[in-house]
């Protein structure tokens, strides 16, 4: 008689034993102590002058430099982003000379320096102090002077908006060229124009790979508006600098100054994560969760729910 099978020893059960990892407690531990040291320092040391920095915080001086940096960033960008898509489509052109002329614009603005650009704007009077409209080698037909239409504000939203055009221009060449060259000979298959290929097929394609770096360029351009103080636009900056030469208390207002820069930027952080997550649509399963789904998340992992 075959003697019965043992019975199956059930093996035991694996004891997950979690790595320890002493370095990262250390750095933790780190970091804490010199945050909390350069906390205590900021917020005890007088020098900083914090009621000066709250007084002035809110001043309808700053406040008007600040509206005026916010409308030379969205007009600034606003020119940047037309001329780079403009100049983007040239570059690509299969005629030479319409690329050529993109590459040389591209060539020219990269490779000065735009303080220099808006100095040129700033003067443009002592080049051209008299400006017409009319048929060229023709008769004109409207006459008036570069000050009169150039103003600082004119002169520093061309020089920064034409100077971003050349870097836009090179960021949306390159999201057009990241679209596979098969999308542009299906839709040129469906009898599509060039131009109806480039708005309804490889552009909103090409989004995914143009609104990271255009993020960070609008994030720049906020800061960079800061130049035209040299030919005397009252932005931000340079109305802080017009209270501290007067009160001597330029620390303070230098920082009334970047606390706002910080404000505006952290808004924009907020808005390109947000216009990421939308064109990214279609390239993950899912959609990257929210900063606010990422709380509400860890709250509920927290409380058990």
């Known amino acids: 008689m075959a003697s019965e099978p043992a019975e199956p020893v059930r093996p035991d059960e694996i004891k997950a034993i979690p790595v320890r990892r002493p370095g990262r407690w250390v750095a933790a531990a780190l970091i804490l102590y010199l945050s909390a040291a350069l906390g205590k320092s900021v917020a005890t040391n007088p020098r900083f002058e914090w009621g000066i920095i709250g007084h002035y915080f809110t001043s309808s001086r700053v406040l008007q430099g600040l509206v005026t940096t916010l409308e030379l960033t969205a007009l600034c960008m606003a020119i940047g982003i037309v001329i780079g898509i403009l100049l983007a489509v040239m570059r690509l052109s299969p005629n030479p000379l319409v690329s050529a002329t993109s590459w040389l614009y591209i060539w020219f603005f990269r490779g000065t320096p735009v303080l220099v650009q808006i100095l040129f704007w700033g003067y443009i009077s002592a080049l051209y102090p008299r400006l017409s409209l009319g048929i060229p080698f023709g008769p ?166």
């Open 140 to 305: 004109q037909f409207v006459h008036f002077t570069a000050n009169s239409v150039i103003s600082p504000f004119v002169a520093g939203m061309l020089a920064l908006g034409l100077n971003e055009g050349a870097y836009m221009a090179e960021i949306v060449r390159a999201g057009i060229i990241s679209v596979e060259e098969g999308q542009t000979e299906a839709a040129q298959s469906l009898g599509m124009t060039r131009l109806q290929t480039m708005r309804r097929i490889v552009l909103p394609q090409a989004m995914r790979v143009i609104v990271p770096p255009t993020g960070n360029e609008t994030i720049s351009m906020l800061k960079t508006t800061s130049l035209v103080s040299v030919i005397a636009v009252t932005d931000l900056l340079y109305s802080v600098e017009l209270i501290y030469a007067v009160n001597y208390r330029t620390i303070p207002l230098l920082i009334v100054a970047s606390i706002w820069y910080l404000i505006v930027t952290t808004l924009l952080s907020f808005g390109q994560y947000y216009l990421e997550r939308y064109f990214g649509r279609g390239t993950a399963r899912e959609l990257p969760q929210t900063p606010l789904q990422r709380l509400l998340r860890t709250l509920s992992i927290r409380h058990g729910v």
